[in-house]
T-cell receptor
Framework: DAKTTQPPSMDCAEGRAANLPCNHS???????VYWYRQIHSQGPQYIIH???NNETNEMASLIITEDRKSSTLILPHATLRDTAVYYC?????????????FGKGTRLSVIA | NAGVTQTPKFRVLKTGQSMTLLCAQD?????MYWYRQDPGMGLRLIHY???????AKGEVPDGYNVSRLKKQNFLLGLESAAPSQTSVYFC????????????FGDGTRLSIL
């Protein structure tokens, strides 16, 4: 699986968009980009995933660059409840038997 | 809709004691997983199951046993607890399609003295 690089921490004002970057320059053609988050003392929560095209769901948007070497998770209107550690994971799909490698992620602090 | 439920949420054990952690999911998922998370580290896979009656080892299986007698339940056992097994344990489940995304429980915080 391709290695990912994320900034260790970011701040965002409440109500503003939070843009979380992820570099995955060694990504291969059949690898997807997944985003999870872990709110303090809770289990990781799936957010969104994509292969090439931009994706949007009720939680967030995922923007993947044309060369697929980086991506950005966008929380359009961040709230205090979005304070969490966000993990970018690159994985081949399908590959259900192998572990998720979460790395250290980005600690997002949403400030009132 | 409960999702993935872990029991108990907290437990303190003495070295050498045994216990079983229970994971239950109500999403009819085929795959179930047990992870542990230590401070400042990512999740590490202990054991997993691809269906009822089947189990397999993950990255760090030593000292743990598992059973999947029913599709909705995945049990993690510690036969003789050791201080090195102090951790937060997360259970997850996923559908059979690619095994992602995984849905996680809220964890069991286990301390072994």
């Amino acid at each position: 699986d391709a290695k990912t690089t994320q900034p260790p921490s970011m701040d965002c004002a409440e109500g503003r968009a939070a843009n979380l970057p992820c570099n995955h320059s060694t990504i291969s053609g059949n690898e997807y980009v997944y985003w999870y988050r872990q709110i303090h003392s809770q289990g990781p929560q799936y957010i969104i995933h994509g292969l090439k095209n931009n994706e949007t769901n009720e939680m967030a948007s995922l923007i993947i660059t044309e060369d697929r070497k980086s991506s950005t998770l966008i929380l359009p209107h961040a709230t205090l409840r979005d304070t969490a550690v966000y993990y970018c994971i690159v994985r081949v799909f399908p590959r259900g038997n192998t572990p998720l490698v979460f790395g250290k992620g980005t600690r997002l602090s949403v400030i009132a | 809709n409960a999702g993935v439920t872990q029991t108990p949420k907290f437990r303190v054990l003495k070295t050498g004691q045994s216990m079983t952690l229970l994971c239950a999911q109500d999403m009819n998922h085929e795959y179930m997983y047990w992870y542990r998370q230590d401070p400042g580290m990512g999740l590490r896979l202990i054991h997993y199951s691809v269906g009822e009656g089947t189990t397999a080892k993950g990255e760090v299986p030593d000292g743990y046993n598992v059973s999947r007698l029913k599709k909705q339940n995945f049990l993690l056992g510690l036969e003789s607890a050791a201080p090195s097994q102090t951790s937060v344990y997360f259970c997850a489940s996923s559908s059979g399609t690619g095994g992602l995304p995984q849905h996680f429980g809220d964890g069991t915080r286990l301390s072994i003295l």
